[in-house]
C-alpha cells in the first residue's frame, strides 16, 4: 500500500493556474515553465486524468500560453478568473468537485499569489495539494522561495513533474509507461 501523500491515479487532478502570454517577459524563465507544464499536461492526459486551466483576466493578461495551448484539445474549456485564488471562481470549484478527485496537483504562476492562495484555499477545502516546484514561478526568485515556504510549512506537498508521473504509474508495467518515458526524454 502506497503512502497517503503519495499521488493515486484514482484520486488526482491537475490544475494549471494562469499561466498566459502576458507573463513570458516579466518572468525570466517562463519558457522553462511553460515546457514544464506543458509535460504536466500531456502526462495526466495520456494518463486519463482531468485537467482544468485557469486564466487570470484573460481580457488585459491574454490567453494561456502556447506550451500549454498545443497540449489541449481544441474544444477544451479555461476556467477564467478575477480572484487570485482560483477557488474564488464558483465554475472552478464545480469544475472540480465533478472530477472527483481529493489529490490536486498545481503548476502556474505566479507562486507567492495565486498558487499560493488556490494551494491554501484548497486545503481549507480538505484537498490535499502537491504543487510542482519545477512548474510554478514569480517575477522575482525570492517570492517564490518564501511561497513555496510557507505552503510546505502548512501541510502542502512539494513535488515535480516526473515525481508526479511516477507516483501515478507505479510501475514500469504501466500500460502507459512507454508513452510517459518518451514524453519526459
Known amino acids: 500500500m502506497a503512502h497517503p501523500?503519495?499521488?493515486?491515479?484514482?484520486?488526482?487532478?491537475?490544475?494549471?493556474?494562469?499561466?498566459?502570454?502576458a507573463f513570458r517577459f516579466p518572468i525570466n524563465d517562463f519558457a522553462?515553465?511553460?515546457?514544464?507544464?506543458?509535460?504536466?499536461?500531456?502526462?495526466?492526459?495520456?494518463?486519463?486524468?482531468?485537467?482544468?486551466?485557469?486564466e487570470q483576466y484573460p481580457k488585459g493578461l491574454g490567453k494561456t500560453a502556447e506550451e500549454i495551448l498545443f497540449s489541449l484539445p481544441p474544444d477544451f474549456e479555461f476556467v477564467e478568473k478575477t480572484a487570485f485564488s482560483s477557488c474564488g471562481a464558483s465554475v472552478f470549484m464545480e469544475k472540480l468537485r465533478e472530477t472527483g478527485a481529493s489529490?490536486?496537483?498545481?503548476?502556474?504562476?505566479?507562486t507567492h499569489v495565486c498558487i499560493n492562495q488556490t494551494a491554501h484555499d484548497l486545503l481549507n477545502e480538505g484537498f490535499e495539494v502537491h504543487v510542482l516546484e519545477d512548474c510554478v514561478s514569480s517575477r522575482f526568485s525570492r517570492d517564490k522561495e518564501t511561497?513555496?515556504?510557507k505552503m510546505r510549512m502548512n501541510g502542502i506537498v512539494p513535488s515535480c513533474v516526473e515525481m508526479a508521473l511516477f507516483e501515478l504509474m507505479t510501475d514500469a508495467k504501466h500500460e502507459q509507461f512507454k508513452e510517459i518515458q518518451n514524453l519526459i526524454k
Do not use: H, N, W, Y
Open 32 to 54: 522553462q515553465i511553460a515546457a514544464r507544464a506543458s509535460i504536466a499536461v500531456r502526462g495526466l492526459q495520456i494518463l486519463g486524468l482531468p485537467v482544468i486551466v485557469t
Open 147 to 149: 511561497a513555496l515556504a
Open 5 to 21: 501523500k503519495i499521488l493515486d491515479k484514482d484520486k488526482t487532478a491537475l490544475v494549471v493556474v494562469d499561466l498566459q502570454e
Open 103 to 110: 489529490q490536486i496537483v498545481l503548476c502556474g504562476l505566479e
